[in-house]
């Protein structure tokens, strides 16, 4: 049985990596970062290892060429060793945009962005998955992007996985919620963090902060994204179904009102899901700006299961429509 690339790239990502986590006493997911480092390099940068492991690790990466494999082969391997760290050491800040939701926000992009050189920011990029995903479906567009991540680890991984994939990513491991130190760019991307936002004294200086106690950590990510968005700019963020239903949703909906157009809520399909309650959606906004207009109507759509080819291309044929007729 012939084995695919990716399944090829990860052993090696897998095996390289195990290796390191004995030696160094460290967590699998550090010693992803550092083996994928010592790829990027082609060389073994970890000083304090033994002569034999310096050994079985240099007959790992020598028998491997990184050039002979496509951005997203080496993405698909890449977050599978990950997806095996997170596993291991569960954290709940430590979760992955599902691949078909990445694919779907890339072609998305495409289709709205019709720029042929973009800046593109990831405000909460964890380990880079969606955002690497958004660069690989971009085809002949010049992309210069910017993530942040307050999770040291994850940027790290993001800073490997860039690297391996030949991305120029301007990184930043700071909170996203402060003050940052970037021009406002084309389009935003973002799996948005869900849950409270713990610093009330920079809360208070949001439009969007909470009436009492504290504020929704994702709605301060989508008015934090407008701010940094140029006028007539995308912005598109997967969002828990539930996210105009809380109390402080009526301050949301005044703000998207007042500072966006409202382009498209699709349902992602129930199926991708544990259960009801941590369903998701894409929620695809336009800055307001000279340029910028509102569509004649909302896309909404519920997306069927990605897996039946002749319901999605349906979907996605409805999408081409409605920008035909919309813009």
Known sequence: MKISPVEDLFTVFNETATILQEELSCTYLEALAETGENFFQQSILQEELSELTVKRLKKSYENFNLNKHTAEDIRKSYQLAILKGMKESVQPNHQMTPDSVGMLVGYLVNKFVKKSSLSLLDPAIGTGNLLTTVINYQTDKQIEAIGIDIDDLLIKLAYVNANLQEHSIQLFNQDSL???????????????????????VRAAEFELKATSGHSYAHHLFIEQSVAYTKEGGYLFFVIPNGLFESDEAPKLHEFLNEHTYIQSVLQLPLSMFKNEKSAKSILILQKKGEE???????????????????????????IDEWMIENK
Do not use: H, M
């Open 292 to 318: 910028a207009q509102a569509p004649k109507q909302v896309l909404l759509a519920s997306l069927p299961s990605l897996s039946k080819a002749t319901a999605v291309e349906k979907i996605l044929q409805q």
């Open 178 to 200: 402060e003050p940052l130190f970037i021009n406002p760019v084309d389009t935003v991307i973002s799996d948005l963090p869900v849950g409270y936002y713990p610093n009330d």
